[in-house]
């Protein structure tokens, strides 16, 4: 009988029952399996904003990324390619005022929570990729108008080396078309993984500045290159530095 009264529902309410239950179940699956990401401790905000210890200076940056691409005035909409997104938290904002923007991150548990945040906000023209760049990837990276690249540079370090890993910007910068938003550590942070695998920067946040500025503009030779700011870090009083390289 019961069977029965199933054979009756129409297939189209089958379906968007069965849709919604599949939803719950995965989102369900996504926060058991995630049970130790605190979201309080997120390095950049999420949903309302209201949850990240990065919230002001991610707040901020986002504003000036979202100011220059304004400024471009070439067209109305870009692609954009974030490597390293976290959560995707700028490519969602770009991605609202109708640009196409792709994250890639290395770390699922992030992703997660950028997918629930897509469902959960509809939001169109955005998807995120689960990916480590490598020196054998690269080159399958599709070309983008806008290239955000902050705080990655050191993590390829980390794993390829510094000379690898300036190869591996090379090849992104050959596949951006307009610009490109960089950030990378110097040498005044108290953060010891990463110091072994960047070279010696200067004594002062000056000469660390114009050693990455020279260091860009020889790797890259861009056609400008300028500082948009200075910007703390996530669970310490530390800044690094935003650099706009543009073609």
């Given at each position: 009988?019961?069977?029965?009264?199933?054979?009756?529902?129409?297939?189209?309410?089958?379906?968007?029952?069965?849709?919604?239950?599949?939803?719950?179940?995965?989102?369900?699956?996504?926060?058991?399996?995630?049970?130790?990401?605190?979201l309080?401790?997120?390095?950049?905000p999420?949903?309302?904003?209201?949850?990240?210890?990065?919230?002001?200076a991610?707040?901020?940056?986002?504003q000036?990324?979202?100011?220059?691409?304004?400024?471009?005035g070439?067209?109305?909409?870009y692609?954009?390619?974030?490597?390293?997104?976290?959560?995707?938290?700028?490519?969602?904002?770009?991605?609202?005022?109708?640009?196409?923007?792709?994250?890639?991150?290395?770390f699922p548990?992030?992703?997660?929570?950028?997918?629930?945040?897509i469902?959960?906000?509809?939001?169109?023209?955005?998807?995120?990729?689960?990916?480590f760049?490598?020196p054998?990837?690269?080159?399958?990276?599709?070309d983008?108008?806008?290239?955000?690249?902050?705080?990655?540079f050191?993590?390829?370090?980390?794993?390829?080396?510094?000379?690898?890993?300036?190869?591996?910007?090379?090849?992104?910068?050959?596949?951006?078309?307009?610009?490109?938003?960089?950030?990378?550590?110097?040498?005044?942070?108290?953060v010891?993984?990463?110091?072994?695998?960047?070279?010696?920067?200067?004594?002062?946040?000056?000469?660390?500045?114009?050693?990455?500025?020279?260091?860009?503009?020889?790797?890259?030779g861009?056609?400008?290159i300028?500082?948009?700011?200075?910007?703390?870090?996530?669970?310490?009083?530390?800044?690094?530095t935003?650099?706009?390289?543009?073609?």
């Amino acid at each position: 009988m019961i069977v029965e009264k199933i054979r009756k529902i129409p297939k189209f309410c089958l379906r968007n029952v069965f849709s919604f239950f599949a939803k719950l179940s995965h989102w369900v699956y996504v926060f058991f399996r995630h049970a130790e990401l605190n979201l309080t401790k997120l390095y950049l905000p999420v949903l309302d904003g209201n949850d990240a210890c990065r919230l002001r200076a991610s707040t901020e940056r986002l504003q000036i990324i979202k100011r220059e691409i304004k400024n471009l005035g070439t067209k109305d909409k870009y692609s954009v390619l974030d490597v390293g997104c976290n959560n995707g938290y700028f490519v969602f904002d770009l991605a609202r005022e109708g640009n196409f923007c792709i994250g890639i991150d290395a770390f699922p548990v992030f992703l997660d929570v950028g997918k629930f945040i897509i469902e959960r906000q509809k939001i169109k023209s955005v998807g995120l990729v689960e990916m480590f760049v490598s020196p054998h990837n690269v080159d399958a990276f599709p070309d983008v108008d806008i290239l955000i690249f902050l705080s990655v540079f050191q993590k390829l370090a980390k794993q390829y080396g510094f000379h690898e890993t300036s190869s591996i910007l090379i090849k992104l910068w050959q596949k951006t078309k307009l610009m490109m938003f960089f950030e990378m550590p110097d040498s005044l942070e108290t953060v010891e993984i990463f110091k072994d695998d960047l070279p010696e920067m200067g004594n002062n946040k000056t000469e660390c500045n114009k050693f990455i500025e020279i260091f860009l503009k020889k790797l890259l030779g861009p056609k400008e290159i300028k500082i948009l700011g200075e910007f703390e870090m996530e669970y310490r009083q530390e800044k690094r530095t935003l650099f706009l390289l543009k073609k």
